[in-house]
């Protein structure tokens, strides 16, 4: 019996850069493994899900670390960061900063979808009040709001939690965040949800605790 092998469907896109951008060179890689009729989705969270041979999910994950895409898991996992264009220059919109919060979380599983946005002025072109996690540069320091959503009737903006933090303190906060939802939420619940259920002021001893 000819038995159809899996496909795993990635996310993908360009890294964080100045905006969410794809060259020449990485949309011709991606091309080389897709099929004529096969068809990319875009997603609003600049990533586009691809489907491949699950026997080539790792060699897939190698050709296109080779021309600077990076590759993340679809469903129950922390999403690669959403990011505004740092139409003012990385180290004034604290790019390094928003690479290595990807770094640290991008990609871990929770119980839901959580997606962060990073956006490196007040302007907020990253949109980080409108999603789960949502961290703005504002002056030298990181404002860092939890709790918002864009979809729904009950779409509302997030919840200031801290500000003005230093880079390893957000690391720190926001990863931990993340632990006590993987930890405690329940199955498919929702990050806002959680939030709402444990309450703001939980959250905050559980994160000093
Ligand atoms: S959030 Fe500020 S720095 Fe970032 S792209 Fe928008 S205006 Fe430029």
Do not use: W
Request: aromatic share 8%; with cysteine.
């Amino acid at each position: 019996m000819n038995q159809k092998e899996k496909m795993v469907k990635l996310a993908v896109n360009g890294g964080i850069s100045f905006g969410a951008k794809l060259n020449a060179k990485q949309l011709a890689v991606i091309s080389e493994y897709m099929n004529d009729d096969d068809e990319l989705e875009f997603t609003t969270f600049q990533q586009l899900y691809i489907e491949v041979l699950e026997s080539k999910v790792e060699l897939v994950k190698e050709k296109f670390k080779e021309v600077g895409l990076s590759c993340y898991p679809v469903g129950n996992f922390v999403k690669s960061l959403r990011t505004c264009n740092f139409c003012k220059g990385a180290e004034e919109e604290g790019m390094p900063v928003a690479i290595e919060l990807n770094k640290r979380i991008a990609g871990k599983p929770v119980p839901f979808t959580v997606r962060p946005a990073y956006t490196g002025c007040p302007i907020g072109c990253g949109e980080p009040l409108v999603n789960d996690i949502g961290v703005m540069k504002v002056r030298n320091g990181y404002d860092l709001y939890i709790g918002g959503k864009a979809k729904g009737m009950d779409a509302q903006t997030g919840t200031l939690l801290m500000e003005q933090l230093i880079p390893e303190q957000l690391y720190e906060v926001v990863e931990k965040i993340i632990d006590i939802y993987a930890e405690h939420g329940k199955k498919r619940e929702p990050f806002l949800k959680f939030i709402n259920r444990i309450g703001l002021d939980n959250l905050k001893n559980q994160i000093a605790g």
